[in-house]
């Protein structure tokens, strides 16, 4: 039951309707027995300073994440950041403290725990497509694993020289069929962080065909399954989705408010349940 005592927590962002986040956070609360109500918070374009001081005077708020398309335009609205955010330059989970917010950002480590769970261990070698804002935070968390040989790219050049800005050991290539085709032997792993394949048709313009034996394709987007992981799959290529890194991100966010976070497991079989009865997907 919600009373005046509820802690309130949300995600703000626009459009929000389809945002899985709701479901996990609230199934996460009600296991850790907290008296916590997460919702959804559609933020009118343009007014995300009004939007986030709004929030401020909310006295039983604890914390909120921010998604598309507000994680880079909401870190100069922070009072503190933390290391990871001022690397990355975008904030996916805000705490408030007394009278201050203080970004974080959780996606880089639910990438790398999503690795972990599912059993993958560094490549030596990445391909990143993509340079938007979940490319950064995917290029953090490979650059703290070590990776030797890190390439990314991406179809507008002018995003891809601010990307290569913040992350220079990155090698650009095209975004063209040759100019990737004629690295994938030699890559180990190939991340789209693009969002081509969101409408379960398009596809970046990489032949699977060409990666060696074992390689690694991961889409950051979780529904529907993409004509890339589709493809994966068919080859017998290890093929991950989104949905692992989408849930850890989530529950590191929780530790940062609350200190602690239920097991992945049980949270990924009730977000899976749900999606099979009423989530569509
Ligand atoms: P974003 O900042 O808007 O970046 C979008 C990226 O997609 C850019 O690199 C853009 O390239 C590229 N792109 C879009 N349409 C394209 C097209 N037709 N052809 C080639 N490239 C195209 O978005 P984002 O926040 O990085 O999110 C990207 C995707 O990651 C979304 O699908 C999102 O749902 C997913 N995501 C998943 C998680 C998770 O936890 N699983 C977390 C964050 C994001 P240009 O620069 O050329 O436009």
């Given at each position: 039951m919600i009373t005046g005592r509820t802690k309130i927590l949300a995600v703000v962002g626009s459009p929000i309707s389809h945002s899985l986040s709701p479901i996990?956070?609230?199934?996460a609360y009600r296991q850790m027995g907290l008296d916590a109500v997460y919702v959804a918070i559609d933020a009118k374009q343009g007014y995300i300073e009004e939007v986030l001081s709004g929030l401020c005077f909310m006295q039983n708020l604890v914390g909120f994440n921010v998604t598309i398309p507000y994680k880079e335009a909401v870190v100069r609205l922070m009072d503190i950041s933390s290391e990871e955010v001022n690397a990355i330059g975008a904030v996916n989970t805000v705490k408030r403290g007394e009278d201050k917010l203080i970004g974080y950002n959780t996606d880089w480590q639910g990438f790398l725990e999503s690795l972990r769970v599912n059993d993958i261990g560094p490549p030596r070698s990445a391909l990143l497509l993509g340079a938007g804002g979940a490319s950064k935070a995917v290029a953090y968390a490979l650059s703290r694993m070590g990776v030797e040989r890190l390439y990314v790219s991406n179809r507008n050049p002018t995003r891809l020289e601010i990307f290569l800005r913040r992350f220079p050991d990155f090698e650009p290539v095209d975004w063209d069929q040759d100019s990737l085709s004629g690295l994938?032997?030699?890559?180990?792993?190939?991340?789209?962080?693009?969002?081509?394949?969101?409408?379960?048709?398009?596809?970046?313009?990489?032949?699977?065909?060409?990666?060696p034996k074992g390689a690694v394709v991961y889409d950051l987007i979780y529904e529907p399954?993409?004509?890339?992981?589709?493809?994966?799959?068919?080859?017998?290529?290890?093929?991950?989705?989104?949905?692992?890194?989408?849930?850890?991100?989530?529950?590191?966010?929780?530790?940062?408010?609350?200190?602690?976070?239920?097991?992945?497991?049980?949270?990924?079989?009730?977000?899976?349940?749900w999606r099979g009865k009423d989530g569509g997907a």
């Amino acid at each position: 039951m919600i009373t005046g005592r509820t802690k309130i927590l949300a995600v703000v962002g626009s459009p929000i309707s389809h945002s899985l986040s709701p479901i996990i956070h609230n199934f996460a609360y009600r296991q850790m027995g907290l008296d916590a109500v997460y919702v959804a918070i559609d933020a009118k374009q343009g007014y995300i300073e009004e939007v986030l001081s709004g929030l401020c005077f909310m006295q039983n708020l604890v914390g909120f994440n921010v998604t598309i398309p507000y994680k880079e335009a909401v870190v100069r609205l922070m009072d503190i950041s933390s290391e990871e955010v001022n690397a990355i330059g975008a904030v996916n989970t805000v705490k408030r403290g007394e009278d201050k917010l203080i970004g974080y950002n959780t996606d880089w480590q639910g990438f790398l725990e999503s690795l972990r769970v599912n059993d993958i261990g560094p490549p030596r070698s990445a391909l990143l497509l993509g340079a938007g804002g979940a490319s950064k935070a995917v290029a953090y968390a490979l650059s703290r694993m070590g990776v030797e040989r890190l390439y990314v790219s991406n179809r507008n050049p002018t995003r891809l020289e601010i990307f290569l800005r913040r992350f220079p050991d990155f090698e650009p290539v095209d975004w063209d069929q040759d100019s990737l085709s004629g690295l994938l032997s030699g890559v180990e792993m190939v991340i789209n962080t693009t969002s081509l394949g969101m409408d379960g048709v398009s596809l970046p313009p990489v032949d699977l065909e060409k990666l060696p034996k074992g390689a690694v394709v991961y889409d950051l987007i979780y529904e529907p399954e993409t004509p890339l992981i589709k493809w994966a799959r068919e080859l017998g290529l290890v093929a991950l989705d989104g949905l692992d890194m989408l849930i850890l991100q989530a529950l590191f966010a929780m530790r940062i408010w609350f200190g602690d976070s239920p097991e992945f497991g049980p949270v990924k079989a009730h977000l899976l349940n749900w999606r099979g009865k009423d989530g569509g997907a």
